[in-house]
């Protein structure tokens, strides 16, 4: 296993892949390096020296700039360097493609297709409040139908909790409905039972009117307010649309019908290195079978944006994605928050330094392949191919969105660990070996051999075909867990 690595010829760091101790000697093809002090696992130490002002690079390309002369040897962090990140930017087209390996599979995955032409990787039964004041009805109705029906042959059964609903105002209130109305039609949910209290700002008589074209035997709706036992009415609902869902049954569908988010959470220095990279092979894989994948966590995509912007289809798609980025920085700016106060202290403690240095590793995540489209929060993907999503870096936040997007599924790179998960299963993957052995109660997948014994092709190979077991079927760790949840992004006011 190596120690060490330098990602590319222009770096003057290197980062370590396990704990080195001071004076330990490393050979690099700038000569040796001495270094001056330990340097844990994900961090960086610089192969020759730099002087205060000059770039670091990391990726072939600066991540910041030396806050003071840094020796050759010496720890490279948030000690020493500073990003070079400042303000909204214009931006110039230069578009720059890669064309992705044709190698046809003719792989399948065994899902649930649904009359609308969506597939659906898990049949369950959701219940779905239009708002917080009934969350606790919602689990008092899933505790008597357990016990009454005891329902068997569907994958779960749950209630989607939240907050929100009632006291919103403008983009506030049309982020809930958007946002419940996409869980409600999403492909994953076999039935859903919509259920409102009666007086909120959420009602159900609107929230009809923005679904739209729904499968009537599929989705039911219950105002609390208007029946004498909700309980009871509930339950009799909900027995109802298990009825339909024991028809349902898994077909073999191409693996062009699949969709997945990509995501990380918890990064570290090895995030760029093994997890992130690995996610960016599939989803260039997946892309070549005809497949989809959205990217998000647009603060995440600062200090990386041009790379993004110029791998656009044509100028329409990279003005969209100008206006992605610009605009969220607007966002920060008009709630006086600095643009770029990322990283996270436990990126930093990872060794992650500057937010270009988390944003190359975290654009990874996309491959190589062409940019088709730009989301809009809340909005449902329409062209397969690499689509980008407006939303936080927020975990909770990003992955309901992704989830609400259509994706069936959202892989989750960590080099910290989390047990969350979303209303679509959530599969973990780990950057090191470390994290993997240590929570495999967390972790669903290792990226880390990528640094010991197997090379990428290998480990890709294995990824594949354990995403492929997922779609069909096999629960990921916060399935297991049942840690489920939505969250939904607020930005204004509460009344």
């Not at 990602?7 to 390096?33: F, P, R, W, Y």
């Not at 609308?116 to 008597?144: F, H, S």
């Amino acid at each position: 296993m190596k120690s060490f690595i330098k990602i590319n010829e222009l770096d003057n760091v290197m980062v370590a892949l396990t704990d080195l101790k001071k004076d330990e000697i490393i050979e690099s093809n700038n000569g040796k390096v001495e270094l001056q002090e330990e340097i844990n696992r994900g961090h960086k130490f610089a192969i020759i020296d730099i002087k205060e002002g000059e770039n670091i690079f990391k990726y072939g390309a600066p991540i910041g700039h030396a806050t003071k002369a840094i020796s050759k040897g010496d720890w490279v962090h948030s000690h020493n360097t500073k990003t070079n990140l400042n303000g909204v930017s214009e931006y110039r087209f230069q578009q720059h493609l890669s064309e992705l390996k044709a190698d046809t599979k003719n792989l399948t995955f065994n899902g649930y297709c649904r009359k609308n032409g969506d597939v659906g990787i898990r049949n369950e039964l959701w219940i779905v409040p239009t708002v917080g004041c009934v969350n606790g009805i919602a689990e008092v109705i899933i505790k008597q139908f357990k016990e009454e029906t005891k329902p068997d042959g569907i994958d779960a059964v749950e209630v989607f909790k939240h907050n929100y609903g009632c006291s919103q105002l403008g983009d506030d209130h049309e982020n809930t409905k958007r946002i419940l109305c996409d869980v409600v039609k999403h492909p994953n949910a076999g039935g859903v039972l919509v259920l409102g209290l009666g007086c909120e700002n959420n009602y159900i008589s609107a929230f009809k009117e923005d679904l739209g074209e729904y499968a009537k035997d599929r989705v039911k709706f219950l105002v609390t307010q208007e029946v004498g036992d909700e309980v009871q009415e509930g339950v009799k609902l909900l027995n109802e649309l298990y009825k339909e869902m024991t028809k349902d049954k898994r077909e073999a569908v191409p693996i062009s019908q699949l969709k997945v988010g990509l995501k990380c959470g918890g990064s570290d220095g090895l995030s760029g290195i093994t997890a992130n990279p690995l996610v960016g092979a599939f989803s260039d894989f997946l892309i070549s079978q005809g497949g989809t994948s959205i990217l998000t966590e647009v603060p995440e995509m600062f200090g990386a944006e041009t790379i993004i912007m110029n791998r656009a289809e044509n100028e329409d798609v990279f003005n969209k994605t100008v206006d992605l980025i610009n605009d969220f920085k607007q966002y920060f700016i008009e709630h006086k928050q600095p643009i770029y106060e990322n990283p996270s202290p436990g990126n930093k403690e990872g060794g992650i330094t500057t937010l270009e240095e988390k944003s190359l590793g975290c654009t990874q995540k996309g491959g190589i392949a062409t940019v088709v489209d730009v989301l809009k929060y809340g909005e449902i993907v329409k062209k397969k191919g690499l689509n980008l999503l407006n939303a936080p870096g927020n975990d909770l936040v990003a992955a309901t969105a992704l989830g609400a997007s259509g994706c069936q599924m959202v892989l989750f790179t960590t080099g910290r660990g989390t047990p969350f998960g979303s209303f679509v299963p959530t599969m973990k993957i780990s950057t090191n070996s470390t994290l993997f052995l240590l929570k495999p109660h967390w972790i669903d997948f290792n990226a880390g051999t990528l640094v010991e014994d197997e090379t990428m092709e290998e480990v890709l190979e294995r990824f594949i075909k354990y995403i492929i077991e997922v779609a069909n079927g096999k629960l990921v760790n916060n399935e297991k867990s049942n840690f489920r949840e939505i969250s939904i992004f607020k930005t204004g006011v509460t009344l």
